[in-house]
């Protein structure tokens, strides 16, 4: 039986909580020569949800596993609530590698950490992982970038080019808002899932049905961002740098029917090898939150393969 500890640890100057998953000492179970694995949440998602889903069925399968709110998000500190800063993304996965590192070589081997990302920590995953080396071994199940889906939000359907007078507008409400949080008044919020309707426009891409169900929905979890985080996330590309990861090996996940799809065969093509791509037949982006019955096998040789040899 695995066990789960409460546990933070700083970034920033920001104390992030998570949730640290201790696989079951049973001898039957592989040697895994104290791996471990930190994964990330979705967009406006917490710990409780897809990330702790996948973290519990890697420390099922023998591996020690961290899955953690994101800085302004869920549990973690961060003001103003709801805030999506890639630069402190990024920076919490490296922070978590630190804090697995520091555990010592009878809990966590610091020479086989590796990464997985969901959805919108699929890029900020990546993006950490090319530029900090302990980081082994990364997959992406779902993987975007959200600064990606910032840009499309902008750009004229007709020639795919930004609008500069809109981006110039959304701009100068972001500057405004910084001088009113100045002055003491709240972050003006959003609903994200509504910037993401005619994204995912599918009825079958039910993302707001799976924040909303009674087995994910949770009262830390209301999707509310922060808007002036167009600013900082307009200018971000997840991927920039993908093939500095090489030669460690990635692994991306998506499903076959799934929207986001297109930009994850992008992100694949960027990257080097040793790289794999695995497209799961009949499955839309939501889907792979939740359903782990071929992610999850999956992740565990994955992570056989690149951290325990």
């Known amino acids: 039986m ?19 998953f201790l696989p079951p000492p049973e001898s039957q179970l592989p040697d ?32 020690v596993a961290l899955a953690f709110d994101a800085a302004h998000w869920g549990e973690s500190e961060g003001i103003p609530r709801g805030l999506e800063d890639p630069s402190q993304r990024v920076e919490d996965f490296k922070c978590a590698v630190t804090f697995l590192s520091q555990l010592g070589n009878t809990v966590v081997d610091p020479s086989r950490i590796g990464v997985v ?20 071994a990364i997959a992406g199940i779902s993987p975007m970038c959200n600064g990606t889906f910032a840009r499309a939000g902008l750009k004229e359907p007709a020639t795919g080019i930004i609008n500069r007078e809109t981006l110039n507008q959304q701009l100068a409400y972001a500057a405004n808002c910084r001088l009113e949080e100045a002055k003491g008044h709240p972050a003006p919020v959003h609903n994200a899932l509504d910037g993401l309707a005619s994204v995912f426009s599918n ?24 808007i002036r985080s167009v ?12 093939e500095w990861i090489s030669p460690r090996p990635v692994l991306f996940v998506a499903g076959s029917e799934a929207v986001t799809l297109p930009f994850v065969k992008e992100a694949y093509e960027r990257a080097l090898e040793p790289k794999e791509l695995v497209i799961v037949s009949g499955k ?21 393969e690149s951290l325990c040899k």
């Open 2 to 20: 695995i066990t789960t500890q409460r546990v933070t640890f700083p970034s920033r100057g920001l104390q992030i909580a998570a949730n640290l």
């Open 32 to 63: 895994r020569k104290h791996a471990a694995v930190i994964v990330g949440h979705q967009g406006t998602g917490i710990k409780e949800q897809a990330s702790g889903l996948y973290a519990e069925t890697l420390a099922t399968a023998g591996y």
């Open 117 to 136: 990302g969901i959805c919108a920590s699929g890029g900020y995953s990546f993006f950490a992982a090319a530029t900090d080396v302990r980081i082994k």
């Open 203 to 226: 009825p079958k891409e039910d993302i707001k049905g799976y924040y909303s169900s009674p087995l994910w929905r949770h009262p830390r979890c209301t999707n509310e961002m922060v």
């Open 231 to 242: 600013e900082l996330l307009v200018p971000f590309d997840a991927f920039q740098h993908i």
């Open 284 to 304: 839309y982006h939501v889907d792979l939150y939740q359903d782990i019955s071929e992610t999850g096998p999956k992740l565990v040789s994955f992570f056989a």
